[in-house]
């Protein structure tokens, strides 16, 4: 089976731009993630789609941040507009049941905001 | 909030050598424990989990062990190699909650 996909892999954008990543969950995964990343530091949650529905944001750092995923299918996270603070790599992840069970990941996209 | 504690930062270890790296949790309700290995510039994958009915888990090399009443688990790898280089993550959840994880460990393997 294809497993997740992150577009684009790395985005280089100005502070107070706007960008948008996407994330193609493996089909048939009800629930997909966002994690990131930043530099040296752990993997932060920053929210979880069941299906269409945001079952937990409670990690979104700020109303900068907006998730969707329409129809339940593919995800984006656009960050609008963009924080020097915002830089790292942003993850997605998607698995078949909520919470223990695995998490396939993305390969990743690295945000860097100048 | 809920949290998981994960030490070393750093751990470097001569190769043949085991490495052994710890995790503490703090929510006595979590079940479920993968750890996740990540290679320089690639996604974080699944390299074993364990859940909360079991005290330990072994495939090949590595092993995991899981303290319910101390709340903490392990992760083991023996006879480590160059290609056992990575940063690794532990993580906790409950089920129908998100993970949670630890700050990661950078394994160096020293030829």
């Known amino acids: 089976e294809a497993g997740v996909t992150q577009f684009p892999s790395h985005s280089v954008i100005e502070k107070g731009q706007t960008v948008t990543l996407r994330c193609d969950p493996i089909s048939g995964h009800d629930n997909l993630y966002w994690y990131r990343r930043v530099m040296g530091k752990e993997i932060k949650f920053l929210l979880h789609?069941?299906?269409?529905?945001?079952?937990?944001e409670s990690g979104m750092p700020n109303n900068r941040f907006l998730a969707e995923r329409t129809g339940g299918t593919y995800s984006t996270l656009k960050v609008q507009p963009a924080e020097l603070e915002d830089s790292g790599v942003y993850f997605c992840?998607?698995?078949?049941?909520?919470?223990?069970?695995?998490?396939?990941f993305g390969q990743g996209t690295r945000l860097t905001v100048v | 909030g809920e949290n998981v504690e994960q030490h070393p930062s750093t751990l470097s270890v001569q190769e043949g050598d085991s490495a052994v790296i710890k995790c503490t949790y703090s929510d006595s309700a979590s079940n479920y424990f993968p750890w996740y290995k990540q290679e320089l510039g690639k996604r974080p994958q699944l390299i074993i989990d364990i859940r909360s009915n079991v005290g330990e888990k072994k495939d090949q090399r590595i092993a995991v062990t899981l303290n319910k009443t101390a709340k903490h688990f392990s992760l083991h790898i023996t006879e480590t190699q160059p290609e056992d280089s990575a940063v690794y993550f532990c993580?906790?959840?409950?089920?129908?909650?998100?993970?949670?994880w630890g700050a990661g460990t950078k394994l160096i393997i020293k030829p």
């Open positions: 993580a906790a959840s409950r089920s129908n909650y998100q993970l949670i």
């Open positions: 789609f069941v299906k269409e529905s945001k079952q937990d």
């Open positions: 992840a998607s698995s078949r049941i909520t919470g223990g069970t695995e998490a396939f």
